[in-house]
């Protein structure tokens, strides 16, 4: 019996073709028939072998001959690998990639080879070869959409101009696209032709540009065009064309310091305000306000060096912001010039009493309507008693609309007011609170305080004692001391210890704690120790000192003159 034929094994390049997915029908190759039993195994060509081109087999290289193999067979064997080249070079694509790979996959591996050479008995009716697997080619990519054009360069104004060049300038368009910008071309003609020049060799990506050579009295119309990637943009172009001529000199705006911020006047104020310019030759004058052609009320007045606006009685209508343009053929320059004029503001409202406690009110207003053009710097808040019917300011310049009334007086009633303020002045009008504010009377009982009584007693004290005196006769003298005590001490005087009593020589008196004695005209006799002494029920008091009456003497010689 013949010997069973060992398994073939599949090469990794098979392997992968199989995995594949199945590609489109092609043409089945043609069936290769097995070798005999006694032929050698016919070596593969290698994967790397490149292709052979379309309608010619792909020669089979020398395969030496197989242990226990004849020549004869391997020549035998070549054509069924030849075959098999030849299949998988017709249903390769012609990239490189799949023709080496159909190559790998049609013809048998060396390790095919050397499994299929021990079986020399196998039959004649061999499975056939599998067909190459191809790939399909990858998709080309989606083109990018086609590039755009900017839009028209902006704003395109007159720079400089002499007699022979021109110097002009732009903004940026305002859509550029996805491909950038490469640059701007400018382009001119004379005025009643239709032969657009361009100015320069090169794009400029400048916005500013100078074009020279020019001859001067003509008038030239210029544009500016940008390009990119999408071709040329619409064209910017001046709106009047230009003289090339020397100018004698650009026109300038010359603001005063004062004008430069917001101009305040008030209602009925008159406005005269000088603007002074330079221009050669006399520039051309234009006022506009807010954007519109100025109202006939105010007088516009130009000469060649200023232009003067002049309102008599201004309004709250002339407020805005006016616009002076002064053109010398193609230059310009513009100011501004923001006036504002102002009033008394309206009244607040909606002021109301919110709520009146103890001695308290609490009042709530919103700002006025009209607020006289200009910001409310306060209010003042003003109070009225309902007997007496007269206002009284609470707060003035006060800054919230909220406020606490304090200090009302019981079983009063109160109506309230609020005047807004402005820079100008206090609103003419106010608003008057609806409701009136009461403050009740409450049951209250007065208790005086209780003060725990004190005992004032208190025994004599002499505070100034009686001091020693000298006394001539025939001359009144007096004795003083002070005393306190509680309650009022009795005063007594002595002299020499005896009580003086009521003698008419001497006057006693005390008053308010000041205790004297006067003694008319003392004599020699009335000298002594004299001791004043206080009682009462406390206890007593007593002070002493010692009175001397000189005698006055009279010399000899003087008596016998006075006789």
């Known amino acids: 019996m013949p010997s069973q034929p060992a398994p073939i094994k599949k090469s990794p390049a098979k392997k992968a073709a199989e995995k594949a997915p199945e590609p489109a029908p092609e043409p089945e190759p043609a069936p290769v028939e097995a070798p005999p039993a006694d032929a050698a195994p016919v070596e593969a060509a290698p994967a790397e072998a490149a292709p052979a081109p379309e309608g010619e087999a792909a020669p089979a290289e020398d395969t030496p001959a197989a242990e226990g193999g004849t020549p004869d067979n391997a020549a035998a064997a070549a054509p069924a690998a030849e075959d098999d080249a030849a299949a998988a070079a017709a249903a390769a694509p012609a990239a490189e990639d799949n023709a080496a790979a159909a190559a790998a996959a049609a013809a048998p591996t060396a390790e095919d080879d050397a499994a299929a050479a021990p079986a020399a008995d196998a039959p004649s009716d061999a499975a056939p070869a599998e067909a190459a697997v191809v790939e399909e080619p990858p998709k080309a990519p989606t083109p990018p959409p086609p590039a755009v054009p900017t839009s028209a360069p902006l704003d395109l104004s007159v720079d400089d101009v002499t007699d022979s060049s021109l110097t002009i300038k732009w903004n940026t368009p305002e859509a550029i696209g996805d491909s950038g910008l490469d640059g701007y071309i400018i382009e001119y003609c004379k005025d009643g032709t239709t032969d657009w020049v361009v100015a320069q060799e090169e794009l400029t990506s400048t916005n500013c540009y100078c074009i020279k050579n020019l001859t001067a009295g003509d008038l030239l119309h210029v544009r500016v065009v940008a390009v990119n990637r999408g071709g040329r943009s619409e064209p910017g172009t001046l709106a009047e064309p230009v003289p090339i001529r ?310 000899e010689a003087d008596k016998e003159k006075g006789k």
Request: proline share 6%; aromatic share 8%; glycine share 6%.
């Open 246 to 555: 020397e100018i004698g000199e650009r026109p300038k705006i010359r603001i005063p310091r004062n004008l430069k911020s917001c101009y305040v006047k008030q209602v009925g104020d008159q406005i005269n305000l000088v603007i002074p310019f330079h221009g050669k030759p006399k520039p051309v004058v234009s006022w506009l306000k807010d954007g519109q052609p100025v109202d006939a009320r105010v007088n516009i007045r130009n000469s060649d060096m200023d232009s003067i606006i002049f309102i008599r009685h201004a309004q709250r209508e002339d407020s805005g912001v006016y616009e002076i343009s002064i053109k010398v053929d193609s230059f310009e320059d513009k100011a501004t010039i923001t006036l504002q004029i102002v009033d008394r503001p309206g009244s607040p409202a909606n002021v109301k009493l919110l709520d009146t406690w103890g001695f308290n009110a609490a009042l709530e207003w919103t700002p006025p309507k009209d607020n006289g053009n200009t910001e409310i710097t306060g209010y003042t808040i003003q109070k009225a008693d309902r007997k007496t019917g007269e206002w009284f300011s609470v707060l003035e310049h006060y800054h919230r609309l909220t406020v606490t009334i304090t200090d009302l007086i019981m079983g009063n009633s109160y109506s309230f007011r609020v005047f807004a303020e402005n820079q100008v002045g206090i609103s003419e009008m106010s608003t008057v609170t609806k409701g009136v504010a009461t403050i009740q009377k409450t049951g209250i009982v007065y208790k005086p305080p209780e003060y725990p009584e004190r005992d004032f007693s208190e025994a004599p004290r002499f505070t100034t004692p009686l001091t020693d005196r000298a006394a001539t006769v025939g001359y009144t003298t007096k004795l003083l001391c002070s005393v306190r005590g509680c309650p009022k001490p009795k005063i007594e005087w002595l002299k020499n210890q005896v009580i003086i009593g009521n003698d008419p020589k001497f006057r006693q008196n005390s008053t308010q704690g000041i205790c004297s004695l006067e003694i008319r005209k003392p004599c020699c006799f009335d000298g002594g120790v004299y001791t004043c002494r206080a009682k009462n029920q406390q206890g007593e008091a007593v002070v002493s000192c010692k009175l001397e009456v000189k005698q006055v003497i009279i010399p």
